[in-house]
Nanobody, 125 residues
Framework: QVSVVEFGGGTVQTGGSLRLSCTVS????????GGWYRQAPGKGRELVAT???????DYANSVKGRFTISRDNAKNSFDLQMSDLKPEDTAVYYC???????????????????WGLGTQVTVSS
C-alpha cells in the first residue's frame, strides 16, 4: 500500500505565498517522479509542476516564475513553494507520485501511481 498525504493548504491574499508538502510512504515502493496537480471548481485536473529523479522539472506556463517544486529523497517528500499567488490559483492541489511497487505474488516490480486526497488553496482578492 502506498500512501500520499498533502499538507500546507490554506487561505492567503493575492500576492501572498504558501508552501505545500507531500509525504509518501509505503513498503517496497520506489519513487521515480512526483508532481503537483490542481483542480479548480468546475474545471478538470491540470498539471502544475513535476520533478523527476534527475531533478528535471516541468511547470505549467501559468505558474512559471512563481512556483518552485522540490523533492527530498531521504524523506520521500515533495514540496511546492508558491509565491505571488493569484485568485486563479484557487483550487484543490493534489500530489501524485509515479514509481514501481514490488508485487510479492509476482516477484517483480510493477509500474504504480498514487494520488493524495488533496489540500485546498484559496487566494482571496
Amino acid at each position: 500500500q502506498v500512501s500520499v498525504v498533502e499538507f500546507g493548504g490554506g487561505t492567503v491574499q493575492t500576492g501572498g505565498s504558501l508552501r505545500l508538502s507531500c509525504t509518501v510512504s509505503g513498503l517496497l515502493f520506489t519513487i521515480n517522479s512526483g508532481g503537483w496537480y490542481r483542480q479548480a471548481p468546475g474545471k478538470g485536473r491540470e498539471l502544475v509542476a513535476t520533478i523527476a529523479n534527475d531533478l528535471t522539472t516541468d511547470y505549467a506556463n501559468s505558474v512559471k516564475g512563481r512556483f518552485t517544486i522540490s523533492r527530498d529523497n531521504a524523506k520521500n517528500s515533495f514540496d511546492l513553494q508558491m509565491s505571488d499567488l493569484k485568485p486563479e490559483d484557487t483550487a484543490v492541489y493534489y500530489c501524485k507520485v509515479v514509481g514501481e511497487r514490488f508485487v510479492v505474488s509476482e516477484s517483480r516490480y510493477r509500474h504504480h501511481e498514487a494520488w493524495g486526497l488533496g489540500t485546498q488553496v484559496t487566494v482571496s482578492s
